[in-house]
Nanobody, 115 residues
């Protein structure tokens, strides 16, 4: 089993920066791709960024050039710069199992960007 513990988040004004981190514990050998999803009120959860074990990354279009995902073994980071009010959401850390169709989720952390 794998547990994901997030930290970071909070309230920032538009144009500001925040950092999120997520540390995995447990069966770390089972962890494949790690990433961050977000869910705003009344909207579906969406993939923000992800990074594979070998460092290949993905970003949703709206955060390209502003967010940077990085990884140190079983800890994943999300540096968010030039934040916009539309980035306001609960951000969830995610990891998938290397071999099984199974997802691990963190508890979520609130990011609020004021105009």
């Amino acid at each position: 089993q794998v547990q994901l513990a997030e930290s970071g988040g909070g309230l920032v004004r538009a144009g500001g920066s925040l950092s999120l981190s997520c540390a995995a514990a447990g069966s770390l050998f089972n962890i494949g791709t790690m990433g961050w999803y977000r869910q705003a009120p009344g909207k579906q959860r969406e993939l923000v960024a992800s990074i594979t074990r070998d460092g290949s990354d993905y970003y949703m279009d709206s955060v390209k050039g502003r967010f940077t995902i990085s990884r140190d073994n079983a800890t994943v980071f999300l540096q968010m710069n030039n934040l916009k009010p539309e980035d306001t959401a609960v951000y969830y850390c995610h990891a998938d199992h290397r071999w099984l169709r199974y997802d691990y989720w963190g508890q979520g952390t609130q990011v609020t960007v004021s105009p």
